[in-house]
């Protein structure tokens, strides 16, 4: 797309230089070529940075019929009124046209701008065609300074037909100018600037043209120049200036930094926005990632501040927060919020809005892992707590009566049968913290994998337990994090099934195919609310490696709770 | 009475090590000849005092040993370099992994004991004498672990279900390392009756039967770990 673009602006550049050198080299051809060039280097600008929108390619088209009309009209003086010097000298047709009607009544993004219009378009397209093909048939010089010269009846048609249907084309231009200062009475703060432009353009190429009709009649050839360059500059002049001042098409020139070079600083689409961000958030932490999208947002945006906010979390903010949001955007189902203030420039445009929606996405994602790691991190202190509290009654009491009961056999003169029940407490209490030291990593875990860890636990259980694993599952060994999150998913599930579901068979199922390690405990208790368990934190951390859990029970048919995660090896 | 057994005791836990070196020393059987913190000092001591038996902490971090594997790796390489030295490794998990980790080059000569055991001295050195005489012992709690952790193992109803609760007893026993007479005197059976279970547990889980106690001990191991 954009080589084509860069084609199409070299094509009208060099045949209106190579044009316009063949006719002289005059101080006005210099300028008329100086002129000539505004329309390619506009149409090449807006095409590359925004190739789908139709108004640069228009701009495009507009410039290399300039430039084909400008090289046949030299060719037809030089080398007579042939095919090729007619045939493109007919170009001039088609920019007449389109600077008159089209870019006018497209402006500004190359949309009609309502279908009332479209009667007008036809109109002005039918008779430009006409137009241009009248005149590669007629050999009506109007640069030829004389009465017309014709060579027979066929070329008097020709030319009458060519200057009728021109006439045709300068009153829809009429009328789209009209319609443009209508558009302009109708339009927000921010596009009424812009219209004004491109009335005051449309209105002097208009003006420019009768100009030259008037004065090639009086033979006032320096007037009819002046009038032709304005023709020539005046509708894309007024393009230029409302894209450097205005900020047409959200497209900016300026000076950035302390560059001293002319730059564009144009503002960057949606999917550029999104690549650039793409490095910043790849490592960071949830709590960077969000305020890197909200300068994102804000820069993106060019609003005043910008905030992505967690319900009833932390906030991520943006320059600074004044004033109510001008727009708010809920974001991952309600977990979050976008808002952001005022645009620095103008207001909210649909543009803005679409851009705001983008914006979301990626919040969306963000605020999603900001959460999780959230309930994460709270899982882990609740775990903590509960360790503290199953430690402190526990093994600690234990202990303390064991002191005590070793110094009452001390003080009661250390009577053999005293000790003992004392060892037997000891050795209790040993049992207790093994179980606990098992509950909190067990060592065959870690030594010996996921089946041995998951049979070694079932082999304490007061029900008959059976597993089922994959043979070559036995030896496979995966990730710490990833047999910890099984392993700790079927240890929950036993002990919901032993706890609250009363059951008297348990079957473990262990296996691995397609990428994926799974594990399913199967109960034939008597089933509960799937919510009101704490799985919850285990689905969690089993969606922190990528992986899910699902429980389905049935009340009085068992439970079935099954967890997967991603695994290779 | 015989001349007492001359030991090496290893634990990385000075309270431990040295409570268990004074308990061990205060039944006069044993003597304690040098108590270490490592595996790699436990080699150093066997090779300069040439104990008849060697109690170990499974776990001795430090060295170039697997971790978590210390002790059961010195374990082997005692008796692979000293085939004489009796082994009872302490451990503090009753997990199967760890037991047959330790028996997975045979059972002669090695005790597997968790580390309660430290409170029972009669069962403590009655392990240290039977690993000096190159017999095997497995802590009770330990055989129900592999019992328990067969009976999980899937794979369409287990043979061991198929067992009485006597002829379960005696399982344990046999895995254990008892020989028959031993079986006997602790169930309060006579020899005969004894037999008589052994043969019938042999045919349940379709094991050959052996005189041998360490072969015996080796299939019913074996068959455990399925």
């Known amino acids: 797309m954009r080589a084509f673009a860069s084609a199409l602006a070299v094509l009208s550049g060099v045949s209106l230089i190579i044009g316009s050198m063949m006719d002289g080299n005059g101080v006005d051809q210099w300028l008329f070529m100086l002129i000539g060039l505004l329309t390619p280097v506009l149409g090449w600008l807006i095409t590359l940075r925004r190739p789908e929108i139709p108004y640069g390619w228009l701009l495009l088209a507009t410039a290399c019929s300039l430039g084909v009309g400008t090289l046949g009209s030299a060719l037809a003086r030089h080398a007579g009124a042939d095919f090729l010097g007619n045939g493109f000298t007919a170009a001039f047709a088609v920019f007449y046209g389109l600077v008159w009607v089209f870019l006018p009544l497209l402006f500004p ?57 021109q006439m045709v084309v300068y009153t829809m231009a009429i009328v789209v100018l009209f319609g443009l200062v209508v558009r302009w009475r109708r339009a927000g703060a921010q596009e009424r600037p812009q219209y004004l432009w491109m009335i005051c353009g449309s209105a002097l190429g208009v003006i420019g043209f009768a100009v030259v009709l008037f004065y090639l009649l009086a033979d006032h050839l320096a007037i009819v120049g002046i009038g032709t360059m304005t023709v020539v500059a005046a509708v894309p002049g007024a393009i230029g200036v409302a894209l450097v001042r205005h900020r047409l098409l959200d497209i900016r020139l300026g000076i950035r930094g302390s560059r001293l070079s002319l730059v564009f600083d144009m503002r960057p689409t949606v999917s550029e926005l999104l690549s650039e961000l793409s490095p910043e958030l790849q490592d960071a932490e949830p709590g ?21 906010s967690l319900t009833g979390g932390p906030r991520f903010t943006a320059g600074e927060r004044q004033g109510e949001a001008t727009v708010r955007e809920r974001v991952a ?39 999780l790691a959230g309930r994460l991190v709270n899982a882990q202190e609740a775990e903590r707590r509960r360790l503290e509290r199953n430690i402190h009654d526990g093994v600690q009491q234990q202990l303390v009566a064991l002191i005590a009961g070793l110094e009452l056999a001390r003080a009661s003169g250390g009577a053999p049968e005293m000790l003992p029940p004392l060892r037997e407490q000891a050795r209790q209490t040993l049992d ?12 065959v875990l870690a030594q010996g994998g996921l089946v041995e860890a998951v049979e070694s636990r079932c082999a304490r259980l007061p029900v008959p337990t059976t597993v089922l694993a994959d043979p070559d599952l036995r030896a496979a060994r995966f990730a710490d994090e990833i047999e910890g999150a099984l392993y700790f998913t079927v240890s929950e599930a036993l002990a919901n099934a032993l706890k609250h579901a009363a059951a008297g068979k348990i079957e473990v199922r262990l296996s691995h195919h397609d990428g994926r390690l799974r594990a399913s405990v199967r109960d034939d208790g008597r089933g509960f609310e799937p919510s009101a368990t704490a799985l919850g934190a285990l689905a969690d951390r089993l969606s922190a490696l990528g992986g899910g859990l699902e429980v389905s029970s049935t009340i009085g048919e068992g439970t079935t709770v099954s967890a997967w995660v991603p695994a290779h090896g | 009475m015989a001349e007492p057994l001359r030991m090496v005791v290893a634990d990385d836990h000075y309270l431990v090590r040295e409570g268990t070196r004074r308990l061990l020393e205060t039944s006069g059987r044993v003597e304690v000849v040098a ?65 047959f980790e330790l028996f997975k080059k045979g059972t002669e000569g090695f005790a597997y004991l968790l580390k309660d055991r430290v409170g029972d001295l009669d069962e403590l050195l009655g392990a240290i004498t039977a690993v000096a005489e190159g017999g095997s012992v497995i802590d009770p709690k330990v055989v129900e672990g592999l019992m328990s952790r067969r009976e999980v193992r899937g794979g369409g109803g287990s043979p061991l279900g198929s067992l009485t609760e006597r002829e379960r007893e005696v ?34 889980l379709g094991l050959e039967n052996t005189g041998d106690v360490n072969r015996r001990v080796a299939a019913v191991l074996a068959y455990l770990e399925g």
């Open chain 1, 109 to 165: 993004d190359g949309r009609l701008p309502s279908r009332r219009w479209r009667p007008v378009a036809w109109i002005a397209g039918v008779a430009i065609a006409l137009h241009a093909v009248a005149t590669t048939q007629s050999s009506l010089d109007p640069f030829k300074q004389g009465p017309p010269v014709m060579t027979g009846p066929a070329d008097l048609v020709a030319s009458m037909v060519s200057g009728l249907a």
């Open chain 1, 288 to 308: 960077e990632q969000l305020a890197g999208l909200a300068r994102a947002v804000r820069e993106g945006l060019d609003v005043r501040w910008a905030e992505v």
């Open chain 1, 333 to 371: 189902g309600g977990l979050g919020e976008l808002a952001v203030g005022e645009k620095n420039q103008g207001r909210f445009t649909a543009e803005d809005r679409r851009l705001l929606h983008a914006f979301a996405v990626p919040v969306g994602l963000a605020i999603r892992s900001a959460a």
């Open chain 1, 432 to 443: 207790d913290l093994r179980e606990l030291a098992a509950g909190i990593h067990p060592s």
């Open chain 2, 35 to 99: 108590a270490v913190g490592n595996a790699d000092e436990l080699l150093d001591a066997v090779r300069r005092f040439s104990p008849d038996v060697v109690v170990t902490d499974i776990r001795m971090p430090g060295g170039g040993w697997r971790a978590g594997f210390e002790g059961i790796d010195a374990a082997h390489a005692v008796r692979s370099a000293f085939p004489g030295v009796g082994v009872v490794v302490l451990s503090q998990f009753g997990d199967a992994l760890y037991a």
């Open chain 2, 171 to 204: 399982l344990r026993e046999m895995a254990r390392g008892r020989s028959n007479p031993a079986i006997g005197r602790a169930m309060h059976l006579s020899l005969s009756s004894v037999e008589k279970h052994v043969n019938v547990i042999f045919s349940k």
